[in-house]
């Protein structure tokens, strides 16, 4: 995986895929309510700012919205072995 563009003009930052999976899981742990959330947040990213923490948030808002409503097609999964239930990506 490579690295995606924040969607901010102002901003020219990449988070690499390490950063987003950082990110995911800090928005686990930093609730809603917790104060200074966004700070917090980019301090354990590392190398980013509040508001582009904010900023990539909203990126995965959209994400998400176009997702539900299903504007972004669901990967093909093909089922693999008999009953086991499980599944395979890989084309």
């Not at 003009?9 to 928005?27: D, G, V």
């Not at 742990?29 to 190398?47: F, L, M």
Request: proline share 4%; aromatic share 8%; glycine share 8%.
């Amino acid at each position: 995986m490579g690295s995606t563009s924040l969607s901010s003009p102002k901003s020219n930052a990449t988070w690499t895929a390490k950063q987003h999976k950082i990110f995911e899981n800090a928005l686990a742990i930093y609730y809603k309510e917790t104060p200074d959330r966004w700070q917090n947040i980019a301090n354990v990213i590392g190398g980013t700012t509040e508001e582009e923490v904010k900023r990539q948030y909203q990126i995965l808002l959209e994400d998400i919205k176009c997702i539900e409503s299903g504007k972004v097609p669901l990967p093909n999964y093909k089922k693999i072995g008999g009953s086991s239930g499980l599944y395979n990506t890989s084309n």
